[in-house]
């Protein structure tokens, strides 16, 4: 991704809706991960902003919704359809409208498909889109979006029990503060009951291994076949 935001100023834009910001997103995202697909035709961007991975919020969204969204950002010239194909396709240009290097349109994109996150966080959900060094980068590249004037980031209170900060973008207006703390320790509760209930599966799984061996074993033993666990 070739940084080109230098030589153009960053001008003022208007927030951007969830979905305006989401049709942003996918279209950054699908140009660096499946660039033999983008410019997007609008049934492809569509399902990219019904995508269920990857996705904080989850949406669904019709045809007619992300028409609606193409053409306020066109008139933000934050996209703009291209003109070498019949069927509709369409592309982002963030980079320029923004005024921003190749580095911060990557962590944007993230913090517009997935919400809020981490530095750390950031730089496992871009590596398809920019391969940063080591958090410290990402803070950095962080550190100047949120130095703008308007900003374009603002790092989230620390969530009790966790180490770092979270970090949410500001492109669909201000957000509060103290709200999206809340949410993210609301959201925090899943992880660690997903994950009791991965432990309380594999120890299922391991105990029942455990019987087909006994079995197998036994079988074995019966048929006055050696059994040696190291052969395939």
Not at 72 to 86: N, T, W
Not at 160 to 184: K, T, Y
């Amino acid at each position: 991704m070739n940084s080109t935001a230098d030589t153009f100023s960053p001008r003022a834009i208007r927030p951007l809706t969830p979905l305006e910001g989401r049709v942003v997103g996918v279209l950054v995202e699908k140009q660096l991960t499946v660039p033999d697909t983008y410019p997007l035709s609008l049934n492809a961007l569509t399902a990219g902003c019904n995508q269920k991975t990857a996705r904080s919020p989850v949406m669904n969204v019709t045809e007619s919704d992300v028409i609606d969204a193409i053409d306020g950002l066109k008139r933000l010239s934050l996209v703009f359809e291209g003109s070498s194909s019949r069927v509709p396709r369409f592309e982002h240009n963030a980079g320029r409208v923004l005024g921003v290097p190749s580095q911060a349109v990557a962590l944007l994109t993230a913090l517009l498909l997935r919400g809020p996150q981490t530095a750390a966080e950031l730089r496992t959900a871009t590596t398809r889109l920019h391969g940063f060094a080591d958090v410290s980068s990402v803070e950095s590249f962080l550190d100047e979006l949120a130095e703008r004037d308007p900003p374009y980031v603002v790092k989230l209170p620390r969530v009790p029990g966790e180490r770092e900060s979270r970090w949410v973008h500001l492109l669909c207006g201000e957000v509060d503060v103290e709200q999206m703390r809340e949410r993210a320790v609301s959201d925090d509760a899943t992880p660690f009951a997903e994950i009791d209930a991965l432990k309380a599966g594999q120890k299922q799984l391991s105990a029942k291994v455990d019987r087909l061996e006994a079995l197998v074993e036994r079988m074995a033993r019966e048929l006055g076949i050696s059994v040696d666990p190291g052969e395939e």
